[in-house]
């Protein structure tokens, strides 16, 4: 279990933390705090000793704050990839390694696929991103298991557009890591 340095919130997740193994979602509106509350369980993996990843593909990751909320920079391994794939190539990687604790993305909107990178800018790639990930979250499931790695994904919430009934929010990247999460949180 990885401790997500709020009380609260281990004792409400039932276990104490973060379960090992398994893929989380962090998921809310902007400057909630997602890459924050991260950046405490990567302090709380590497105080017990782990190895923790940082795959930073919005390319806005800060490293004086995260050093203030205890984080060691100079043993987190950051990454900043091109594009969707190569972040997902990467996580991969690293999982299978079997020496990494954590892993987290940030975030799963700025998995651009390389298509639509390389594409247009008028080009349509509907589900693109989507299918990038139920691809990668079929392949990386198994190695998460096996190596007892935790990997989150930092997602943001986007609108629905035309939503009369129920909730207009929805998070990006389809509904794979819906469906690959254990543990959800807004």
Do not use: C
């Not at 709380?44 to 800060?62: K, M, P, T, V």
């Not at 589900?127 to 979250?137: E, H, I, K, T």
């Not at 994904?153 to 254990?182: C, D, H």
């Amino acid at each position: 279990v990885i401790p997500t340095g709020s009380v609260a919130l281990d004792v409400a997740l039932g276990i104490g933390g973060l379960p090992r193994g398994r893929i989380v979602e962090i998921y809310g509106p902007e400057s909630s705090g997602k890459t924050t509350l991260t950046l405490h369980a990567i302090a709380n993996a590497q105080r017990a000793g782990g190895i923790a990843a940082f795959i930073d593909a919005e390319h806005a990751l800060d490293p004086e704050y995260a050093k203030k909320l205890g984080v060691d920079i100079d043993a987190l391994l950051v990454s900043q990839p091109d594009t969707g794939e190569q972040a997902l190539e990467i996580a991969d990687m690293l999982v299978r390694s079997g020496s990494i604790d954590l892993v987290v993305i940030d975030s799963v909107a700025a998995l651009v696929p390389r298509a639509e990178i390389e594409g247009e800018m008028g080009d349509s790639h509907v589900g693109l991103q989507a299918r990038l990930m139920s691809q990668a979250l079929r392949k990386l499931t198994g190695g998460l298991n096996q190596t007892q790695t935790t990997m989150i994904f930092i997602n943001q919430l986007r609108e629905k557009i035309g939503v009369f009934f129920g909730s207009p929010e929805t998070t990006a990247g389809g509904k794979a890591l819906k469906f690959y999460a254990s543990v959800r949180l807004d």
